[in-house]
T-cell receptor
């Protein structure tokens, strides 16, 4: 089946630094990738939708300058959390769409900002 | 009103029990319905999907959609401790997934 590889799985960074999270679709071409944020015991909150070769579309309330998304190829999308603060600590998950109903998720990245 | 509503639980059952997980949705235009399972600190994995009304069975899992009442269900037979996870219902609107809140299930040995 379709696989999305997400790295790193865990990262701790200092306040003010930037962190990059990568998602790769290993056996399908993901023209569209979705980025989610999940708080403990909460559902997934869609942050943005990225399409290969074009600018990402951000959901209302998500700061596009803080959460930079790049989808430079059909198999790679990245999320960079810039100037991270403790309130950015969360679980970030990407998802690639491979069919009408097939949304394959990465394993998630736990970001802790200290 | 949220587009997809799901009781967050938590739900605790003994091993071997039949589990019923449910969601309601508001928009009758929704057609695809999915159930995802998410283990702690992992990404969701697709369990089942259904299109329109009816039942779909896969091993111990049965997904059911009742479009007349805008109700979707997931049944787990002979539940196992390894089924302990959060279960999320979802539907597809405009290419984006809309999730319920997720139900945390614990199956006790």
């Amino acid at each position: 089946g379709a696989v999305v590889s997400q790295h790193p799985s865990r990262v701790i960074c200092k306040s003010g630094t930037s962190v990059k999270i990568e998602c790769r679709s290993l056996d399908f071409q993901a023209t569209t990738m979705f980025w989610y944020r999940q708080f403990p015991k909460k559902s997934l909150m869609l942050m943005a939708t990225s399409n290969e070769g074009s600018k990402a579309t951000y959901e209302q309330g998500v700061e596009k300058d803080k959460f930079l998304i790049n989808h430079a190829s059909l198999t790679l999308s990245t999320l960079t959390v810039t100037s991270a603060h403790p309130e950015d600590s969360s679980f970030y998950i990407c998802s690639g769409r491979d069919t009408d109903y097939g949304y394959t998720f990465g394993s998630g990245t736990r970001l802790t900002v200290v | 009103q949220k587009e997809v509503e799901q009781d967050p639980g938590p739900l605790s059952v003994p091993e071997g029990a039949i589990v019923s997980l449910n969601c309601t949705y508001s928009n009758s235009a929704f057609q695809y319905f999915m159930w995802y399972r998410q283990y702690s600190r992992k990404g969701p994995e697709l369990l089942m999907y259904t299109y329109s009304s009816g039942n779909k069975e896969d091993g111990r899992f049965t997904a059911q959609v009742d479009k007349s009442s805008k109700y979707i269900s997931l049944f787990i037979r002979d539940s196992q401790p390894s089924d302990s996870a959060t279960y999320l219902c979802a539907t597809n609107q405009g290419g984006k997934l809309i999730f319920g809140q997720g139900t945390e299930l614990s199956v006790k040995p």
